[in-house]
């Protein structure tokens, strides 16, 4: 007001300002009218930012709300259209529409009781919650995936068997016993048995059809198919499912399969199962498919995520594994394993005549009707340039000459179009010179020299084993990167040679002044097992005796050191595998012959088998006559101790 003092000026607003009691204080106490006005300046201009900093705030909140209530109402409005035009599921889904809608589809599912009553708990929990809650995502997502399992939706099988037989003849040529065991599979279902899981495992090389295959069992039988590859799988969780305790968790791969099939009995393919991760980091994933893979106990599979019982009983599981040694027990204990060892030369030219030549052509965009592939040339591309149990460097090979015939058809006009004929030249001139040849008969050309039979877990091989005398004091040397048992196989050997030296005619001081070399190539590939035993016992009495051992023959037994010949396995792929290297006389123990019954008869009635059960009749079989040798014959050269005694005197 008029006429009023600096310092009542500076009192009167410091009234009014929201002062502290310490800064009111010090109005109070400031005798100097100066200072006094000064200090209330200056708490005069901090009220004044402080307001415009209020100001400001409650504008941006007052936009934001704004902001916020025009989305909402939009969003209101869409709905709103979107439900008149029957549309919008998206938006939907997360109203009070959605939520009605997720419930009709949750009390529609014959669950169980357990089951009712945890998703009952966890609707009424979604009901409480605000759509933008994270609880509410969560919730929802949960009660989806459970709306979303085929809980009692099936896929309706065919019934026809002659059909379905049909269908997987067309698909796969050979592999008898799996198609034999589906058809019973479905003759069961047929015939109204009880519907309890099947755990097929299809155990062999690569390239011969095993993954395949199991789509074909899918659309023979009318189910759905789902492929889960399981290799480098190294967290149990990825098969059981995260608990939803964690962010971010979701259903394990078995349910998530079974939410894709949209039925309760797919086909589901265990891609690759010898190839899980053995890290036991993140939990053991092979003993998660323990409970999976038990006929007994699959019907109440539970995952992690879902907290609840779920049946697989009805799910045709098919396993596929390259080396069964890689699995363990008790997996192996609960799969019904197929072996599925390859194909022969017939079969694969068949394969490759009906299936291979004409994906090769249509790969490459090659009309397969202007192009013919002798027979000649499948069978010289089969021997000469592919030596596999399976058929898949069969397929890459065919490529390549798909490939080159691509460029000849580029290069014609179509007033010179016409057939183009694939004969041996052209898969010569394509492909090069032969990568294979028939060298078992010059390999065993000198004593010394075996031919043995081997099992891979890419398929059945033949393996040489060479063995070298020289001057020296006794010492064995054993090369080859073979393993502990080949090598005590190689030791057992030579002590049932020394034992029976005088039986060979071989002077028994042999030990004191000889040294020995072993070898099996190739030298850079690791061997080991027992079934080299009569391999090298063949070799080893071959190079003390000078009798070569027969080209045509090769071999295959564990020998103890008192010469019995005891049973080996792989037998189907050994003999496959020295039947497409062109062996055609077979020297295996006799408790494996009853494991011929699984080898094609085409194969069969190819070749010889000699089953023996000592080592005086694998020697008899297969080294040659003491004469065609140079030597002179004698009773020490036949080989005629007594069956039934082993021992150097009984010999004599």
């Known amino acids: 007001s008029e006429g009023a003092s600096p310092g009542g000026v500076a009192d009167a607003i410091a009234a009014v300002l929201d002062l502290s009691q310490s800064q009111a204080v010090e109005v109070l106490t400031a005798v100097d009218v100066d200072q006094r006005v000064r200090f209330v300046s200056e708490r005069l201009r901090e009220a004044r930012d402080l307001g415009q900093l209020r100001h ?39 109203g009070e529409r959605g939520r009605v809608r997720l419930a009709d589809r949750l009390r529609e599912l014959p669950l169980s009781e357990e089951a009712r009553e945890i998703v009952d708990r966890e609707l009424e929990r979604l009901e409480k919650l605000p759509d933008g809650h994270p609880e509410s995502n969560v919730a929802r997502t949960y009660l989806e995936v459970i709306a979303d399992l085929p809980w009692d939706a099936r896929a309706t099988t065919r019934e026809d068997l002659d059909a379905i037989e049909a269908q997987l003849e067309a698909d796969h040529h050979g592999l008898a016993d799996v ?134 009983s009805e799910v045709l599981f098919i396993a596929t594994a390259n080396d069964l040694s890689n699995l363990s027990a008790p997996l192996r204990d609960r799969l019904e394993i197929i072996e599925v060892t390859g194909y022969t030369r017939e079969e694969k030219q068949a394969i490759a005549r009906d299936h291979l030549v004409r994906r090769s052509l249509e790969d490459n965009a090659v009309d397969p009707a202007i192009v013919r592939f002798d027979e000649q040339a499948l069978s010289k591309l089969i021997d000469a340039y592919t030596r596999e149990a399976g058929v898949r460097q069969l ?79 006794g010492q064995l040397t054993i090369t080859g990167q073979l393993g502990d ?36 190539p190739a030298g850079a590939v690791p061997k080991d097992g027992p079934s080299a035993g009569v391999t090298i016992l063949s070799a080893l009495c071959s190079a003390f005796t000078g009798r070569r051992v027969r080209s045509d023959t090769a071999m295959t037994g564990e020998v103890t050191l008192r010469g019995r010949v ?64 140079g030597l002179e014959v004698g009773p020490h050269l036949g080989l005629g101790f007594d069956k039934g005694h082993d021992s150097p005197s009984t010999a004599a």
Not at 68 to 86: F, P, T, Y
Not at 495 to 506: D, F, N, Y
Not at 618 to 625: G, K, M, S, W, Y
């Open 56 to 94: 400001k705030v409650r504008g941006e909140v007052r936009r934001r709300l704004e902001r916020q209530q025009r989305e909402v109402l939009l969003r209101e409005q869409i709905r709103a259209l979107q439900a008149e035009l029957g549309e919008g599921k998206g938006e939907g889904d997360a």
């Open 179 to 312: 198609k034999r065991r589906i058809l019973e599979h479905m003759a069961v279902l047929k015939l109204g048995g009880q519907r309890k899981g099947t755990v097929l495992c299809l155990a062999g090389p690569p390239g011969v059809g095993k993954t395949s295959l199991g789509r074909s069992i899918a659309e023979a039988t009318g189910r759905p198919f789902v492929r889960l590859a399981l290799g480098g799988v190294r967290d149990e969780a990825e098969l059981r499912g995260h608990r939803r305790t964690y962010v971010g968790a979701l259903p394990g791969r078995i349910i998530g399969a079974l939410r894709k099939a949209k039925a309760k009995n797919p086909v589901i393919l265990l891609d690759e199962v010898d190839k899980l991760s053995r890290s036991y980091n993140g939990g053991a994933p092979e003993s998660a498919l323990l409970e999976i893979l038990d006929p007994e106990q699959n019907h109440t599979f539970t995952d992690h995520y879902l907290d609840m019982e779920f049946d697989l």
């Open 395 to 473: 397929g890459r090979e065919l490529g390549k000459v798909a490939r080159a015939v691509a460029l000849r058809v580029a290069r014609t006009t179509e007033e010179s179009a016409g057939i183009i004929r694939v004969d041996e030249a052209l898969v010569r001139e394509v492909l090069g010179r032969p990568r294979f040849r028939d060298e078992v008969a010059e390999r065993t050309a000198v004593p010394g020299v075996a031919t043995g039979l081997a099992w891979t877990p890419v398929g059945g091989d033949i393996l040489f084993v060479e063995i070298t005398r020289m001057a020296g004091k």
């Open 485 to 520: 048992v080949m090598k005590e196989s190689a030791r057992a050997a030579l002590s049932w040679v020394r034992s029976h030296a005088e039986a060979l005619g071989v002077d028994p001081a042999f030990a004191d002044r000889e040294d020995l070399h072993i070898h099996v």
């Open 566 to 629: 005891l049973p080996v396995g792989g037998i189907k792929a050994k003999v496959l595998a020295a039947h497409r290297a062109g062996i055609r006389r077979i020297v295996l123990p006799a408790h494996n012959e009853a494991e011929l019954d699984e080898v094609p008869e085409s194969v069969r009635a190819q070749m010889e088998f000699i089953p023996v059960e000592e080592m005086s009749q694998v020697l008899e079989a297969v080294l040659t006559p003491a004469d065609e040798a």
